[in-house]
């Protein structure tokens, strides 16, 4: 009975440890969240980002890209491309 306890115990601290978010490269450098964003317009919706409350970011193959709001990051999920393709061609 003893050792059932103990693999049950294993058992949920390694599936805690495997599901727990990995750190991003701005919170393992102490940057600010978003600080290497590649542009300051949002793609989507054109507007300054910030400039409707917290911005919200995605990386990209690689690249931050800085979106305005929530409902814009649901808009880039839908087709990244489009919206990367946005972002390089505005340079914004």
Not at 5 to 24: D, E, F, H, M, Q
Request: one cysteine or more; proline letters at 5%; hydrophobic letters at 35%.
């Amino acid at each position: 009975m003893n050792m059932s306890k103990n693999y049950l115990l294993g058992s949920i601290v390694s599936l805690i440890t495997l599901t727990a978010p990995a750190w991003s490269n701005d919170q393992a450098t102490g940057q600010k969240p978003g600080a290497g964003a590649i542009n300051t317009i949002c793609p989507d919706s054109g507007d300054k980002v910030g400039s409707m409350g917290k911005p919200v970011y995605v990386n990209y193959h690689g690249k931050t890209i800085a979106l305005c709001c929530q409902q814009c990051r649901r808009d880039f999920e839908q087709n990244p491309a489009r919206y990367a393709a946005l972002v390089e061609k505005s340079g914004k």
